[in-house]
C-alpha cells in the first residue's frame, strides 16, 4: 500500500517562501514519477509541477513557473516543491501524486496515489 504524506504548509506573506516535502512509502519510489497539485476553494484541483523518476525531467504550470521548483532526493523517498515570490493567489491544499510509472505527468486522473494535502495560505 502506498502512502504520501505532505508537511511543510503555512500561513506566509506574499512574497515570502514555503518548502513542502512529500515522504512516499509503499513500493519504490525511484522507478515512478511524481506531482504537485494544489486546490482553492470551489475550484478544480490543477497541475503545478511535475517530476520523472530519474529527476531528470521536469515540467510546471505557467502560472508557477520561475517561481517553484520540484525536486526529488530518491534515498529518503521525498520529494519536495521549494516556493518563492509567493502571490496571494497560490493559496490552496497542496497534494502530491504519484503516477503509474516514471514519465512525467499533468492529469489528475494519471496518478495512481494521492497525499492528503497540505495547505498553504498566502496573505496579501
Known amino acids: 500500500q502506498v502512502l504520501l504524506v505532505e508537511s511543510g504548509g503555512g500561513l506566509v506573506q506574499a512574497g515570502g517562501s514555503l518548502r513542502l516535502s512529500c515522504a512516499a512509502s509503499?513500493?519504490?519510489?525511484?522507478?515512478?514519477?511524481m506531482g504537485w497539485f494544489r486546490q482553492a476553494p470551489g475550484k478544480d484541483r490543477e497541475f503545478v509541477a511535475t517530476?520523472?523518476?530519474?529527476?531528470?525531467?521536469?515540467y510546471y504550470a505557467d502560472s508557477v513557473e520561475g517561481r517553484y521548483t520540484i525536486s526529488r532526493d530518491n534515498a529518503k523517498n521525498t520529494v519536495y516543491l521549494q516556493m518563492y515570490s509567493l502571490k496571494p493567489e497560490d493559496t490552496g491544499v497542496y497534494y502530491c501524486?504519484?503516477?503509474?510509472?516514471?514519465?512525467?505527468?499533468?492529469?489528475?486522473?494519471?496518478?495512481?496515489?494521492w497525499g492528503q494535502g497540505t495547505q498553504v495560505t498566502v496573505s496579501s
Open positions: 501524486a504519484q503516477g503509474p510509472d516514471r514519465y512525467i505527468r499533468q492529469r489528475p486522473y494519471q496518478y495512481d496515489y
Open positions: 509503499g513500493r519504490t519510489f525511484s522507478s515512478y514519477a
Open positions: 517530476i520523472s523518476a530519474s529527476g531528470g525531467s521536469t
